[in-house]
């Protein structure tokens, strides 16, 4: 990650850019060698012994202009301390390897990022570079067919940070569901309605084959029963009819029900959608059978043995895939590939899944069938962000299975038993105050983010649970809190006002630890742009461990409330700084960034 601040960063490309056009003007290079000259790029170096920005753009031009690399690197070099911009930026230079130019910062351009949060708050970090570009991302969408279960917690966690990160960039997001509430499923969670509410539980002779187990059931047949009314956020009122023949009507009271307790799963984990986009309505709008319609018209499908064919291994599938089976009905890419057209023609040039990894033969089929269409959807398109299992431990064994849903571990269980939810007061939301759902929801977003999404995921309950520096989401609020703490006796003893912050001359902060927190901080801005540009909201998680690990190196290192008013104010303005930055990170990923522990 780079550590500079950005505004910094086009400062000395800028000044590297001009120092390249002298020494390119002064080598008299010809148009032909100079109208393709790289643009300037600044790394990090390898190893922090190396100097804190790395160019290799003397490599870069040495081919074409026939010169020696160092050489060329060390003419740059001095074209660029030559110009009087550079001094309050560059402390000094150096030739390294075959011709790497390596620079040390200032400790007036290290110092500055303290000036530059304070100032800017919670809009440090926040870039424009997406302006005017609206990008969906589609996450969670379960079937309505029963609790969201631990991969939708994943899902939701993963999804809204990088909702959030994306808008960091200046894009304009869209959050949407797509709820598939048409096809075998719905079925089978109409049939154990019914099979409950006739009196019959899982293992019982009339129980059907396939049927869900969950105790949920049960309690959707009573109310549908007893005429309880339901409705989801964006859904009609559904009252619950009594009529136990009536197959439809269960089927939509069990829909509305469910849509309802997924509302208040995602309500507990504290995620919102823009838009619910329902799966019937593909078929209902004709969107399907236009669809298809259109492929045929391409000309890249077949007839074979009664079934209809697109020619998927055209755009890159392993195999052709069928569209429509020999019985009439639609294969579930059909249906898929429908739903991405109204994402185009609602304007999202950028579109990104987030799914389980079970889906990632779905990838090549959806975008076949977008490219078969040949409307203009580029070839990449839609993004993929596929996860991995989550594995629940619980006091040193693997969790399975729990009393809401039968077969799995639910969202709301996890966010309940992470909160330390009393026994009895699980699945009862009504007797857990806000403080007990806080903690469980800021554990769950924190440790389902804090891995890449292709790997496999342990949530250990226990450690959410611990209040020391083992649990990751403790060690970054505790150290946010602890600031606040720091703060609040800076007031007390010393009268202190934050007003006042910005006018503090910080050029006394020179330490070994100060600088290094100060260089964390700095890379705050260039953080969000890499976990934008790469899909990897896991990186906010690092980030912060980090960022913490190196407050707690500087407070345990350095007295902050010391009797000199001068070190005392700029040790403040430094921690009111990082206090910032923690916060900002932590909202970036859903979770809360307490004043008190």
């Not at 070839?379 to 299992?389: F, R």
């Amino acid at each position: 990650r780079n550590s500079m601040l950005p505004a910094h960063k086009q400062s000395l490309e800028a000044l590297l850019a001009a120092g390249v056009q002298q020494v390119l003007a002064e080598a008299n290079a010809d148009a032909a060698n100079t109208s393709n000259a790289p643009a300037i790029s600044l790394e990090r170096p390898k190893a922090a012994a190396h100097g804190d920005v790395a160019c290799n753009i003397a490599m870069q031009l040495a081919k074409p202009l026939q010169k020696n690399p160092r050489e060329l690197a060390q003419r740059i070099v001095d074209a660029l301390l030559a110009q009087p911009a550079a001094k309050s930026l560059v402390e000094a230079a150096e030739i390294a390897g075959p011709g790497f130019i390596n620079l040390r910062l200032t400790a007036q351009a290290k110092q500055a990022v303290v000036s530059a949060v304070i100032a800017e708050g919670a809009a440090f970090g926040l870039s424009t570079q997406g302006a005017g570009k609206r990008v969906m991302v589609e996450f969670v969408s379960a079937n309505p067919t029963g609790p969201l279960h631990l991969g939708h917690g994943r899902q939701a966690a993963l999804g809204d940070a990088l909702a959030n990160v994306l808008a960091s960039q200046g894009y304009a997001v869209h959050r949407e569901f797509y709820y598939n509430d048409a096809g075998v499923q719905i079925q089978t969670l109409a049939t154990s309605t019914q099979a409950r509410a006739k009196g019959f539980k899982p293992g019982d002779a009339g129980w059907p084959e396939a049927a869900y187990n969950g105790d949920y059931i049960a309690d959707i047949a009573h109310d549908y029963m007893t005429g309880q009314t339901v409705a989801a956020k964006d859904g009609e009122p559904v009252k619950g009819k009594g009529d136990i023949d009536d197959l439809d009507a269960i089927r939509k009271f069990a829909v509305a029900y469910l849509r309802h307790e997924q509302d208040m799963d995602l309500q507990a984990f504290g995620v919102k959608f823009d838009q619910y986009y329902l799966e019937s309505s593909l078929y209902s709008e004709g969107r399907v059978a236009k669809t298809v319609d259109a492929l045929i018209a391409t000309g890249k499908t077949f007839e074979h043995e009664g079934a209809l064919w697109l020619c998927t291994t055209d755009y890159g599938d392993d195999k052709d895939r069928v569209m429509r089976k020999s019985d009439g009905t639609y294969t579930y890419f059909v249906p898929d590939v429908a739903y991405h057209v109204t994402k185009w023609e609602r304007g999202f040039s950028k579109v990104i899944n987030v799914q389980g990894s079970d889906h990632h033969g779905t990838v090549a089929r959806v975008r076949a069938g977008l490219q078969a269409l040949g409307v203009g959807i580029p070839k990449g398109y839609p993004d993929y962000v596929l996860h991995k299992m989550v594995t629940v431990m619980r006091n040193g064994q693997e969790v399975k299975i729990s009393k809401r849903a039968g077969s799995y571990v639910t969202v709301r269980d996890l966010i309940e038993w992470s909160g330390g939810a009393a026994p009895g007061q699980e699945a009862a939301p009504d007797l857990l105050d806000e403080a007990t759902i806080q903690r469980g929801r800021d554990a769950v977003r924190f440790f389902l983010i804090s891995r890449k999404a292709d790997t496999e995921f342990v949530f250990d309950v226990d450690l959410a649970l611990k209040q020391n520096d083992e649990n990751p989401v403790y060690y970054v609020q505790y150290a946010h809190a602890r600031i606040c703490s720091i703060l609040s006796e800076w007031k007390a003893r010393f009268g202190g006002d934050e007003a006042a912050l910005p006018q503090i001359d910080v050029s006394g902060l020179t330490s070994t630890r100060a600088m290094a927190l100060m260089h964390k901080l700095a890379e705050y801005p260039d953080m969000l742009t890499h976990a934008a540009s790469e899909l990897a909201p896991h990186a906010i998680a690092f980030y912060l461990r980090e960022l913490a690990g190196e407050f707690h190196s500087f407070y345990n290192a350095e007295r902050v409330l010391v009797d000199v008013q001068a070190e005392r104010d700029v040790r403040i303005a430094l921690l009111a700084a990082t206090r910032q930055v923690l916060a900002n990170g932590l909202a970036m990923i859903g979770v809360s960034a307490p004043a008190k522990m």
